[in-house]
């Protein structure tokens, strides 16, 4: 298969077609969004207590390893299907990623005194080893693809195959309405395997985008998809990747204008989100822009999946700090953090988009 071709199945949007990204943030725009947000109170999010008990119930049935382990197979497998439903079947793509020398291309860019946070070394998404394992890092595209086929149908029956990329449209369409100026300096925290990286340099082709993540085996394969990429346009971007944490990456104070964490949070204890805001804030210059594109706790798409006990709870065995970040109250914290108020805008039923500047 061309490179091209290749890059062209790997890839949720063409690099081909450039879109750039005009900001038109307007006082009135950025009004009408705070004003169609939905009411928000973290209160309005805790359980009546005849869900606690069912939750505690159910909990326990999921504590039992073997019932634990049928249903994430099962899971993974309704992924897997959905995946062939769409047109993205998993086998010919993982087949072909299996073939890489991946353990060599990983010793470049691992750095081995990092510490990892002991939340990121639990079983994590049905992998035993969580994100520090190749299964996930191989198949983490095909995933996104899967998992966000029915975010736009807010019965979550229908499948878009397309789901993920308008998804990733929704987020960058909507932030470039709330940015005060046009970045030309990003940093993507939570990267994976780059397709938000990626998916920020189509929107500012003239900015240098730092995709960080503490997986090294995701960065290795976002080198991977770097240099398809850059093959298949016959130049090198203005892209890179770096193993670091999100809470201290190393890079240097002031020198940012946008840091995004697209759909990171919801994978994060709350104690951790509030160490990568805080890093955010040191990392951006002033008036620099903070967008967050997340599952909205606050949609009634998610709230009927969290009144459904038995779906959330098998929901959270593989999302295990989702309740927290659920209950958190993420746009307080980021105005506590040194942020303005964030304005908010849907970017699927169940999604938002939030942007705050640094104050
Ligand atoms: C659901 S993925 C999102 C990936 C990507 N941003 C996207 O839009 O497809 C969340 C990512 O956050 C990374 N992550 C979790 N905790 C992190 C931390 N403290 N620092 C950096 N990356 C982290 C995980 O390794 C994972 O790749």
């Known amino acids: 298969m061309a490179v091209s071709s290749m890059a062209a199945l790997a890839l949720p949007f063409s690099l081909a077609t450039r879109i750039r990204c005009n900001v038109i943030s307007t006082e009135s725009q950025q009004q009408t969004f705070s004003a169609t947000n939905e009411a928000s109170s973290s209160s309005a999010l805790e359980g009546t207590p005849a869900m606690n008990l069912a939750t505690g119930v159910v909990n326990s049935l999921f504590s039992f390893k073997p019932f ?3 249903a994430s197979a099962t899971a993974r497998q309704m992924l897997i299907r959905r995946g062939t439903e769409i047109g993205h079947p998993w086998d010919p793509e993982l087949c072909k990623l299996r073939l890489h020398d991946w353990d060599s291309a990983l010793k470049v860019v691992q750095d ?30 095909l995933a996104a693809k899967s998992v966000h086929a029915n975010v736009f149908d ?30 030309r300096a990003v940093v993507d925290i939570g990267c994976a ?45 203005p892209v890179h990747f770096m ?24 994978e994060l204890p709350r104690s951790a989100t509030k160490q990568i805001i805080e890093e955010a804030q040191r990392l951006l210059k002033p008036g620099g822009a903070l ?33 927290d970040y659920r209950t958190f109250g993420l746009e307080n914290a980021i105005e506590s953090l040194g942020f303005s108020s964030p304005i908010q805008a849907e970017s699927s039923p169940s999604h938002r988009t939030l942007v705050a500047h640094k104050n």
């Open 154 to 183: 807010p019965k979550r029956k229908e499948l878009d195959p397309n789901g993920d990329v308008r998804l990733r449209e929704s987020y960058h369409e909507k932030m470039c309405t709330m940015l005060k100026c046009t970045p």
């Open 291 to 323: 967008a967050i594109m997340e599952m909205n706790p606050y949609s009634s798409s998610l709230q009927r999946m969290v009144n459904n006990v038995f779906a959330f709870t098998a929901f959270k065995a593989t999302e295990p700090y989702f309740d």
């Open 243 to 266: 193993h670091a944490a999100g809470e201290y990456t190393g890079l240097p104070s002031g020198a940012f204008d946008l840091v995004s964490l697209c759909l990171v949070c919801h």
């Open 68 to 70: 634990f382990r049928f």
């Open 193 to 237: 395997t780059g397709l938000s990286t990626f998916g920020l340099h189509q929107y500012f082709p003239d900015a240098t985008v730092i995709g960080v993540d503490l997986s090294p085996y995701f960065v290795t394969v976002a080198n991977y998809r770097l240099k398809e990429h850059s093959e298949a346009l016959g130049q090198k971007l």
């Open 112 to 141: 081995n005194d990092l510490e990892y946070p002991e939340y990121y070394l639990k079983p994590f998404h049905a992998y035993d080893n969580g994100n520090l394992s190749w299964d996930a890092a191989l198949e983490v595209e």
